[in-house]
């Protein structure tokens, strides 16, 4: 059964510095992976999706890397601003399971200090 | 603007009185799902549906049904609403599962 990891649960950083949230997979059988932002009380907003077969996906200072091999993903954050505070999701759809959803890790919050 | 609509987005009840939470998407989707979010829980689906004609259970559909009688709409029914169903739900929607998906909202609610 899939699960997934993520560490740490919380992190607080001062403005401007660069950061890695980690996401952790059990199953390597994963058609893609996918980080999602959630503000207190609010919805998940998709930030990337990495296929199983790429290594990395970029947008504007995020940057997303996957390695199935050893179930790991890294969001890396450059330069982190005050607005990058929030929750932070990585889940998968695994593909040896015959349901069709998303499996969430648990969140990083991250609070990005002025 | 392409999105996912949910209604209500806060709402409190008493136990055993029927609702409906909508969830509406415009981008064509064939793919929607609805979960829900617990502290310490996380995110846990309840059903799906990849097209108007098929829908299943995800993980904790006791006490939930749903219907697809079109594409753009998907709403969570509670037939009798109990205290342990007090939670956040999101509605989701994709052009399949493992594209990226697009969550709503969400409704926050509180049974009594």
């Known amino acids: 059964k899939q699960e997934v990891t993520q560490i740490p649960a919380a992190l607080s950083v001062p403005e401007g510095e660069n950061l890695v949230l980690n996401c952790s997979f059990t199953?390597?059988?994963?058609?893609?992976l996918q980080w999602f932002r959630q503000d207190p009380g609010k919805g998940l907003t998709s930030l990337l999706l990495?296929?199983?077969?790429?290594r990395e996906q970029t947008s504007g200072r995020l940057n997303a890397s996957l390695d199935k091999s050893s179930g790991r993903s890294t969001l890396y954050i450059a330069a982190s601003q005050p607005g990058d505070s929030a929750t932070y999701l990585c889940?998968?759809?695994?593909?040896?399971?015959?349901?069709?959803?998303?499996?969430f890790g648990s969140g990083t919050r991250l609070l990005v200090r002025p | 603007e392409a999105q996912v609509t949910q209604n209500p987005r806060y709402l409190i009840t008493v136990t055993g009185k029927k609702l409906t939470v909508t969830c509406s998407q415009n981008?064509?989707?064939?793919?929607m799902s609805w979960y829900r979010q617990d502290p310490g829980l996380g995110l846990r689906q309840i059903y799906y549906?990849?097209?108007?004609?098929?829908?299943d259970k995800g993980d904790v559909p006791e006490g939930y049904k749903v219907s697809r009688k079109e594409k753009r709409n998907f709403p969570l029914i509670l037939e009798s609403p109990s205290p342990n169903q007090t939670s956040l739900y999101f509605c989701?929607?994709?052009?399949?599962?493992?594209?990226?998906?697009?969550f709503g909202p969400g409704t926050r609610l509180l049974v009594l």
């Open positions: 990495i296929q199983s077969s790429q």
């Open positions: 981008m064509n989707h064939e793919y």
């Open positions: 889940a998968v759809p695994p593909q040896m399971d015959s349901s069709y959803k998303l499996i």
């Open positions: 199953d390597s059988a994963i058609y893609n």
């Open positions: 989701a929607s994709s052009l399949s599962f493992i594209e990226t998906q697009y």
């Open positions: 549906s990849m097209n108007v004609e098929v829908t």
